[in-house]
């Protein structure tokens, strides 16, 4: 089964997001470009809730958000339940994001690393499988705590229109 990508960026971020578009067809990497388009201005919190929401609800495996720093984007989509985005910046990260923490979103700055930088991180990023073991369990502890953490629904939560 082939992986699907969403991808999105702020209007920091779009110039490098375009960048990782082309790497994605160079590599036949299916993906769906969520915007934003070169002269948009957008807020990378809908950006990131976007992208994190189409993971969560199943229609695409991974994501990558690009904006300024790649901390926004990573703080934002974390908040969707079930999420683990994680910023990235160097090889190792890239590497451990996926094969430690089973990140489904990697986020990087577009003012913080370069065109070829990204370039490499993604094709890290895309090439990792979470490996399991004792980071399966550590993981599963994050979802415990998101649980823990997670509001009690009210009745008119449960009532469906």
């Known amino acids: 089964m082939a992986m699907k990508i969403a991808l999105g960026a702020d209007h920091l971020g779009v110039a490098l997001k375009d960048e990782i578009a082309a790497l994605l067809r160079e590599r036949k990497v299916e993906f769906q470009d969520f915007g934003v ?6 807020d990378y919190p809908d950006m990131a809730e976007k992208v994190a929401r189409s993971i969560s609800d199943g229609q695409f495996d991974r994501g990558i958000l690009v904006c300024g720093t790649g901390i926004g984007m990573a703080i934002a989509a974390n908040k969707v339940p079930g999420i683990r985005a994680a910023v990235v910046h160097d090889p190792y990260s890239a590497e451990r994001s996926r094969k430690s923490n089973d990140a489904q979103i ?56």
């Open 37 to 42: 388009a070169s002269g948009e201005v957008a």
């Open 106 to 161: 990697l986020t990087m700055g577009a003012c913080v690393i370069g065109t070829q930088v990204a370039r490499q991180l993604v094709s890290i990023w895309l090439e990792c499988q979470f490996q399991g073991g004792e980071s399966a369990r550590k993981v599963a502890k994050i979802g415990l705590i998101e649980a823990r953490h997670a509001p009690e629904p009210s009745a008119g939560d449960l009532i469906k229109p």
